[in-house]
Structures are given as structure tokens and as C-alpha cells.
């Protein structure tokens, strides 16, 4: 019966140190971005600067002794800065100045996106939204032309 109890408690304490969860951007950073160390690849990271790619996620080990989550990729693609991205709504970029960029709802300055990362596959959904399309749709008679990015 002693060896019972003594498995149970050893089997408790080595249970809760490790956990396996699935990718979820918002629940990480929700849960884990302010109290925890994030790698990906074994590489520290600022997680709330980069955008996976879902499909590319082998595995998501959050280690509570630590205050460690390991995040391990199926393929190594290389992972680009939001100047190295081929979008082909960027194509206007070149002759039209971009003045703001929304990716997943948060609005980013030009200052803040070169600190941003993105996995090849992890763009959804890109639409560029021009000048005269916000005169037609709105009250306010500024010169904008704003990227909208959705990556999950």
C-alpha cells in the first residue's frame, strides 16, 4: 500500500511539470507570452514579433519548471521579415505609400513591422485598401492606403 502512495504522489509531482498543447497565437500569448521563456527551434524568441505557420507546428511543450515553452517546427523554412515577404498586393507598395498595416486586427506602425516575422505559409488573406476606396467608404479626407493581414 506504501508503494502505492509513494508512486501516486511521485507520478503527481513528475505529471504537472510538462504539458503538450496545441498551436493557439492567442491563447499563448494570453496564457504564457509575460511569465514565460519562448523558443522555437531551440531559439529564443519574442513570440508576440512572430507569425507561424500552423501546419508547420510538430510540437508545443510547455515545460512549468522551467517557465519554458518549446515550440518545434516540421520543416526549418526560413523565417522573413515583413520587408523580405512576396505578397502580391505589396506590388502597389512600390507606388503608393503605405501609411498603416492591420495584421490580425492590430493596427501596426512601419516602425513596428520591421520587427515582425513571418513563416512563409502563415499569410492567410491580404488585401490592400486604397486611397479612394476609403474616400468612398468614409468620412474622413486623409491620403491612406492600409494593408490588411490575416494569419490564422
Known sequence: MKNIAIIFILMSFLGCATNIIKYDRYKIEKRYVDNFNIRLDSIKIN????????????????????????????????????????LDTLEAWTSNELTLTIINGIPYTQDMLNKLMFENQSIKWTKLISNSELLNNCFFNRKRNILVITTD
Open 47 to 86: 513570440f508576440q514579433n512572430y507569425f507561424l505557420d500552423k501546419e508547420n507546428i510538430k510540437s508545443i511543450v510547455v515545460d512549468r519548471k522551467q517557465k519554458t515553452i518549446w515550440i518545434d517546427r516540421v520543416h526549418l523554412k526560413k523565417i522573413k521579415t515583413f520587408s523580405e515577404l512576396e
